[in-house]
């Protein structure tokens, strides 16, 4: 473990939201421009500190990185401990761009509250960044319920209709499930001080634990209602659409884009490393789950007349889509599904962006309102255009990519289930022109319509970097791909050893600490600490690569 | 005749006891609730001196002389308390008390 | 045994030595201050209490006992001691405003919250029979008048009757319970009584003992099916006595259950285990639920108190010293949470407003944005949300719960700490999403808003730093007499 920055780079994107939201307390609530003007520069400043994450990090080097450890809370073994793979650098990416953007695009859409709304929208940026970066479980799960709270406020205040029902039904949906995983996580931390004595939350030396089967079994239970539940997988997805519709656009695009991937990156760091075998036992459950959710959510989108409703319900899809291909448990379908997090964050909030722009002119959501707008905005139509091909996977943008790897991931593993995804996507396709058909189109029949203004200029600047960012990853996908390679090459030793050898591995790091022997930690068997007894062999994890290098002292710059 | 054993002041005890504890429960008037609760507190002090006698030594006497103080105190505050809400309410009866769901 | 007091004792009772005197100091003080100068009242009784901390603070490295064996002087009286203190002092800070607007005298007010706490302090002091039944009756007869002490007012009458009745009918049980253990040992010393009921485990007598005992306790701590007076009570007392109710005689209340049980019955703890583990579910569940119905929020709040007093029950059922550091550890978050919770109620009482129905929040923030915030933390943290401080102690509790194998306790606890955020959160929504109420702003006075820092504050701070009162706990746990060999029974 290392920190090439040398200084805490993961604290500093971690606190500069956060920062900014307490810089806003302090604001006068009346001066709403320089409240505006203060959001966006911190937005800016985290995406700005998240950037050398992209530089610095080190793609061959299989260990964590800008390692941050401090004691927090010593009396029961939780740490303050930051740590990155090439997995979490791409969400975190992802979130400090959206949340620039979320920031950016409520400019005129928020005119009510604006001092609290802004302060509410940099606590959740901070939220979802901590969850990202945390390597301590119990560090995690708190940002993970922290976010909840203000993702409560923007829904119950700024949000439409019904926005009480659909706050409420969101939070308590989430916070039941992560309850039920707390004590999931609390299950881990006894059976791994019982196997070894230690206190610990730290998920690395989980990642390299084998837990008592029957445990993993409900652990996996567990952590599946709360990640599911996020995600969110069929039948779990319910809170979705009303949550979504009435969210204000900045709150949608946040959802779509970081929040859903809470839940898969909660399945790729927890679930599958730590519960390899429940994790293999649950394939076939998780796969038709996906499908029916793949399925049923695009049929469903097909038949909204909310536009918004609609692009929620494509979500469902596209989320079941993203679960089949991480559970095809191969280096493809893993890598495409991480792929996929990615387009659908790009690609979902872009079309939660479009949607507000015409909901802030005509402030009404229903497709049938719409009619032949591509005559009176013609760019909007452009963008629209772009981002709903992006969408549905049209080769040579970033849908592409991913669905690709998916389905050879799948493919591996079950032609028909890869068949059944396949007809998923066609189906997505088809109710997405159709809305474009239908919005976009023939001639404007509404004269509410006529004047609609087209995009200024700050909205174009929304939509720049999703689109530069679509088409980077449709064209050239190779340096994302590579961020990839030793964190899911990492995954996959662990719940798929047989494609071990086509992947570098991450090595795991050897803890001096532990009592060795009572468990085996994969890649840390050296020759001096070779077990005198040989551990049993259904418990041995193929050690990849040749030789693993000797424990070396953690590097940190929190000191400790 | 038959001696006078501690199981006989235990019975005794248990009876008052019960007597209480069901008047607490059936009485409809405060001052009757109240001296139901005193006799609880009386078939406590029974067993108190009952085993004091049995185990040859003061320690339940003196558990029973603060019982009886204790008791004492609770009555003058107690009666206070509803001596205040007959001067409000000009009733003594539980069924009157229905400002508050019971 | 020591036969006779010493000099030492008096330095060993120091606490309650000066408390007992700066109470009496109140009294006398009242006597001689004119109408117009009684807010110094308030502020004496506050230097009485930090009077009492020093030597508290002082005496907490002890593992002794004092006055011949009557009272324990370790590191968990002095962890109760110090809540009780703190408790207090913010009901002081947060009564004064209130009491003006109800126009009571502060004078004898002062003075029985001192002697309520007084009491508190026996109770987590005492391991012995008799004083913990004398210390239990100071608290509660101080509570008996303060309940009712809003004397032209009827919700306040009636809710003093309830308290009283079902006070004194508890303690009669309690009572008949203690009298039983005593003649089955033949001690009032807790850990002569515990040494002298080993071996009789299984006789049916002492089994009926602790089942009275339980019941007795239970009344006290509001647990369901003990718990009909809570919510009449907190209704009608004046707000900042319902927070010192709900959060003083509760934790009192517990620490001399912990006293009674782990010191003195260690012996029947699969009996009381059983009791109790049904006990914390009913509570839980039937205090969340009963919650959500309600529409005035000091009923609701005390609906609440039920289900946390369940909660708090998971730690005597596992009967670990996990379990018991997860009690020290959430009754102390729970004083401040819950104070903080009634501080802002409190404000909210003006002439003619009564202020604790659900709709008297509308739009609070709007008004009081601050005040609304403080409740914001409040609710959030009572809900268990991090990262506040209700989280680290349900953390604390469900885990103890968890090693100690009663994973189905935890699963009801989450659940319904999931359930409980329905009503927290609506209390959030008619303060932050609600128009505004039409009604005069409310000013907090100097000791309220120092009363709300304090507790918004801490509430934070735990939550992003719980490691000192954690260790703090730890310590103060481990000083309980007899918990080892509970453990060794399980």
């Known amino acids: 473990m290392n920190n090439a920055a040398h200084f805490p780079l993961l604290s500093l994107i971690l606190f500069t939201p956060l920062a900014g939201a307490i810089l806003l307390l302090f604001v006068n609530k009346r001066s709403e421009n320089a409240i505006r003007w203060i959001a966006n520069i911190f937005a800016a400043a985290g995406f700005l500190a998240s950037l050398p994450l992209w530089f610095w990090y080190d793609t061959k080097s299989p260990a964590w990185q800008f390692v941050e450890k401090l004691p927090w809370i010593p009396s029961i073994g939780a740490q303050y401990f930051l740590g990155v793979d090439g997995f979490s650098v791409l969400l975190i990416l992802l979130t400090t ?225 993203v679960m089949l291909g991480m559970f095809a448990l191969n280096p493809a379908g893993l890598k495409g599904s991480i792929i996929q997090q990615l387009n659908h964050g790009i690609s979902t909030g872009a079309l939660f962006l479009i949607v507000g722009i015409v909901y802030e002119r005509r402030h009404t959501r229903m497709i049938s309102e719409y009619t032949g707008l591509s005559s009176v905005m013609p760019v909007y139509a452009a963008v629209f255009m772009f981002m709903m091909l992006s969408s549905i996977g049209l080769p040579g943008l970033n849908g592409f990519v991913g669905e690709f790897l998916i389905l050879q991931g799948v493919f591996v593993v079950s032609k028909a289930w890869a068949a059944v995804a396949a007809t998923g996507i066609v189906l997505g396709a088809a109710y997405m022109l159709w809305l474009y058909q239908r919005t976009m189109f023939g001639t404007v029949e509404n004269p509410k319509n006529e004047k609609l203004p087209d995009l200024n200029l700050r909205e174009v600047a929304t939509f720049v970097p999703l689109m530069i960012m679509a088409l980077w990853i449709g064209l050239y996908p190779k340096p994302f791909l590579d961020f990839l390679d030793t964190s899911v090459g990492a995954v996959v030793a662990r719940v798929s050893p047989q494609y071990s050898g086509q992947a570098v591995t991450k090595q795991a790091d050897c803890p001096e600490n532990v009592a060795v022997n009572k468990f085996v930690l994969a890649g840390c068997e050296t020759p001096a600490a070779a077990p005198a007894a040989p551990p049993p062999p259904g418990n041995v994890q193929p050690a990849p690569g040749s030789t693993p290098p000797p424990a070396t002292p953690l590097k940190t710059t929190g000191g400790q | 005749m038959t001696p006078i054993t501690p199981a006989h002041y235990l019975v005794l005890s248990a009876a008052l006891f019960s007597i209480g504890l069901i008047g607490v429960l059936v009485r409809r008037n405060l001052i009757v609730i109240f001296m139901s609760i005193e006799l609880m507190l009386n078939a406590v002090n029974i067993n108190l001196v009952a085993f004091s006698q049995q185990w040859q030594h003061v320690v339940g006497q003196v558990f029973a002389l603060f019982v009886v103080a204790v008791a004492a105190a609770e009555a003058a505050i107690g009666l206070g308390i509803i001596l205040a809400f007959y001067r409000n309410k000009e009733t003594v009866n539980v069924d009157e008390i229905t400002l508050m769901r019971w | ?95 004064r405003q209130y009491l003006e607007v109800e126009q009571a005298r502060p004078g004898e007010y002062y003075f029985l919250v001192l002697c309520a706490t007084l009491g508190m302090m026996v109770m987590a002091a005492g391991i012995d029979l008799i004083t913990l039944f004398i210390g239990l009756e100071t608290m ?217 129905e659900l709709k008297d929040l509308s739009g609070l923030f709007f008004r009081r944005p601050l005040a609304a915030f403080a409740m914001l933390v409040f609710m959030l943290s009572l809900g268990g949300i991090p990262p506040t401080a209700g989280f680290m102690g349900k953390f604390w509790l469900f885990s103890a719960a968890i090693e100690a194998g009663y994973v189905w306790l935890a699963v009801i606890g989450v659940l319904n700490s999931a359930i409980s955020l329905y009503y927290y959160v609506r209390v959030v929504v008619f303060m932050w999403m609600r128009e505004e109420l039409e009604s005069a702003s409310v000013h907090p006075s100097p000791g309220v808003a120092v009363a709300l820092t304090v507790a918004v504050a801490a509430t934070i701070i735990i939550g992003v730093y719980p490691a000192p009162l954690f260790e703090l706990a730890e310590a103060s746990a481990k000083t309980l007499g007899m918990a080892p060999r509970v453990l060794s029974l399980r």
């Open chain 1, 97 to 321: 761009m959206m949340g620039v953007i979320a920031v950016l695009s409520s400019w005129t859409a928020i005119t009510t509250r604006v001092k609290e709304y802004y302060v509410f929208l940099l606590v959740l940026q901070t939220g979802m960044i901590g969850a990202f970066v945390s390597l301590d479980f119990l560090l995690f799960f708190l940002f993970w319920e922290v976010m909840l709270v203000p993702m409560y406020f923007l829904i119950g205040i700024w949000g439409s209709d019904r926005r009480l029902y659909s706050a409420i039904k969101f939070f308590l949906y989430t916070l039941a499930g992560s309850v039920v995983m707390l004590l999931g996580i609390l299950a881990i931390y006894f059976s791994y001080h019982t196997m070894t004595g230690v206190w610990t939350f730290d998920v690395t030396e989980f990642q390299r634990f084998n837990l008592d089967r029957n445990l993993q079994w409900w652990v996996f239970l567990a952590f599946f209602l709360g990640f599911a539940i996020k995600v969110p997988m069929f039948p779990f997805h319910t809170w979705l659409p009303d949550a979504h519709t009435d969210a204000p656009t900045a709150g949608s695009v946040i959802l779509a884009a970081v929040l859903l991937k809470m839940g898969t990156y909660g399945f790729i760091r927890f679930s599958l490393p730590i519960l390899p075998d429940a994790s293999r036992e649950f394939v076939p459950m998780i796969a038709v789950l996906s499908i029916i959710g793949i399925v049923y959510g695009a049929l469903v989108a097909m038949a909204q007349r909310d536009w918004k409703r609609l692009v929620a319900y494509s979500s469902v899809s596209h989320m079941a889509l």
């Open chain 3, 1 to 95: 045994m020591p036969t006779g007091y010493s000099a030492n004792d008096l330095v060993l009772l120091l606490p309650e030595i000066v408390l007992t005197t700066g109470l009496l100091v109140v009294l006398v003080a009242d006597l001689f201050t004119g109408r117009s100068r009684q807010h110094w009242l308030g502020w004496l009784t506050i230097g009485v209490l930090v009077a009492t901390a020093v030597p508290i603070v002082a005496l907490s490295g002890h593992a002794t006992t004092a006055a011949r064996g009557l009272l324990a002087v370790d590191g968990f009286g002095a962890f109760f001691k110090l809540l009780f203190v703190l408790a207090a002092a913010i009901t002081v800070l947060i009564s």
């Open chain 3, 140 to 356: 509660a007869v101080s509570f008996y008048v303060l309940t009712g002490f809003l004397r032209p007012n009827r919700r306040s009458n009636e809710a003093a009757i309830k308290y009283f009745v079902l006070g004194a009918f508890s303690l009669g049980i309690l009572l008949y319970g203690m009298s039983l253990v005593y003649g089955l040992s033949g001690t009032t010393r807790l850990r002569e009584v515990a040494v002298a009921l080993a071996t009789q485990s299984d006789s049916l007598a002492l089994k009926l003992a602790v089942v009275l005992v339980a019941a007795g306790m239970a009344f006290k701590i509001a647990a369901v099916p003990f718990h009909m007076w809570a919510p009449d009570v907190y209704e009608g007392a004046p707000t900042p006595i319902t927070a010192f109710l709900s959060v003083g005689s509760k934790a009192a209340s517990f620490a001399m259950l912990l006293r009674l049980l782990l010191e003195g019955l260690p012996a029947m703890a699969p009996e009381w285990r059983g009791l109790f583990y049904v006990l914390a579910v009913l509570s839980m569940t039937v205090g969340n639920i009963a919650a959500i119905t309600q529409g005035n929020v000091k009923r609701m709040l005390a609906y609440s108190s039920i289900a946390h007093a369940g909660y708090i029950l998971i730690g005597i059922v596992t009967a670990t010293p996990r379990g018991v550091t997860a009690m020290l550890v959430y009754l102390m978050i729970y004083a401040f949470m819950q104070m903080g919770a009634f501080g802002v109620l409190a404000l909210l009482r003006r002439r003619d407003v009564v202020g604790d």
